[in-house]
């Protein structure tokens, strides 16, 4: 039994609305006589208000080539998961030697040594911890990563073990691009991190009576969908690939893999009273609706974290996790679903129990 203790995501300082990034965004990615309004309704039509950014709006014009803004990610990417991580340390009243095993996932920049290892010193972290840094996962790494956690405590239930998420997505931008995945790419994404203790099941101290325990975990990958979202690497850094018919995917394959999932658990999707969902987008979120068949409010903090902050990638569900046990902590013993969707195509779902 592997318990999360401690939840905590941040933001960089620098917000903007949404109308401001769309008219830095015409500028920098619009070619002379493009059709601006396809931008503007993209925008409009994401359901995003406003985003955090690593740098001021400004700057990003001005970053040449995939090197400048691989620097600024590393830079901004220590601050943050500085901030995550002392976050829920302090949460949970446990000291950074305390941790055990290190999981760190980002898909929106490259560092060697790993950001978690250049955080080490930083934070305090005992030399013996165990690392573990992935990159690839997108979106579904913040799911991926507590069923990692999850799978190391089973093994080694006295020990305690972190995950920490860091996101920089408006640093992959490709300017001049006007092409519809960057443009609905620049609609959607936003910047943060987020950081997760997890214990296990003989690890003291208790964890608080709201905390909710990890059940089983079910990752999946969908033969022949390689090409429906990820990145192509080129001189100017990561395009990103986003396939049309990724809601048509999500309604034709997760309703079955989330039903044989819970009926291997004795569950029903009725049976789950809370539902933390990745905001992969109005449209993806639409689909995840009607193929699980949710009351229309089951997704509520999800389009809430959208609309306020955009998509984070492999972060966002650990804001909505958050979000879950802050503001609307399931009945005590009751079951959870943790979902996630990103390349591969694959789906990640973690159960839950209050």
């Not at 790494?141 to 020990?159: C, N, S």
């Not at 997890?198 to 003291?204: I, P, Q, S």
């Not at 802050?326 to 990640?348: H, K, M, N, V």
Request: some cysteine; hydrophobic content about 45%; overall charge negative.
């Amino acid at each position: 039994m592997t318990r999360i203790i401690a939840v905590h995501g941040v933001l960089p300082q620098h917000r903007y609305d949404q109308g401001a990034i769309t008219e830095a965004l015409a500028e920098m990615c619009l070619l002379p006589g493009g059709d601006r309004g396809v931008l503007e309704r993209l925008h409009a039509t994401s359901t995003v208000r406003g985003r955090h950014l690593a740098l001021p709006l400004e700057r990003y014009a001005s970053l040449n080539g995939f090197g400048a803004a691989n620097d600024a990610f590393i830079e901004a990417a220590l601050d943050l998961g500085e901030q995550a991580v002392r976050g829920a340390l302090e949460q949970a009243a446990l000291r950074p030697e305390d941790i055990d095993l290190v999981v760190s996932t980002s898909v929106t920049g490259i560092a060697a040594p790993s950001i978690e290892a250049r955080l080490a010193g930083r934070l305090g972290l005992r030399p013996d911890v165990k690392r573990i840094p992935s990159f690839g996962l997108g979106c579904v790494g913040g799911a991926a990563g507590i069923a990692r956690l999850h799978d190391y405590l089973e093994g080694r239930p006295d020990q305690l073990a972190l995950l920490l998420s860091v996101e920089l997505c408006s640093l992959t931008l490709q300017r001049s691009d006007a092409s519809a995945q960057n443009l609905v790419a620049g609609a959607l994404f936003g910047d943060g991190a987020a950081a997760v203790l997890a214990a296990g099941r003989d690890r003291l101290p208790a964890a608080p009576r709201s905390a909710p325990t990890v059940v089983a975990t079910r990752s999946h990958l969908y033969p022949g969908t390689e090409r429906m979202l990820g990145w192509d690497v080129c001189d100017s850094g990561f395009r990103i690939v986003l396939g049309a018919d990724l809601p048509d995917l999500v309604r034709t394959h997760l309703g079955e893999e989330v039903r044989t999932f819970l009926a291997d658990h004795e569950l029903k999707t009725e049976d789950v009273t809370a539902w933390v969902c990745h905001p992969g987008g109005p449209r993806v979120l639409d689909a995840v609706r009607e193929t699980l068949a949710l009351p229309a409010r089951a997704l509520e903090l999800t389009w809430r974290s959208l609309a306020e902050v955009g998509n984070l990638s492999s972060a966002s569900v650990l804001h909505v996790l958050r979000d879950t046990l802050a503001l609307c902590p399931p009945p005590p013993g009751t079951p959870g679903l943790l979902l996630a969707i990103g390349p591969g195509f694959s789906t990640e779902l973690v159960l839950l129990r209050w």
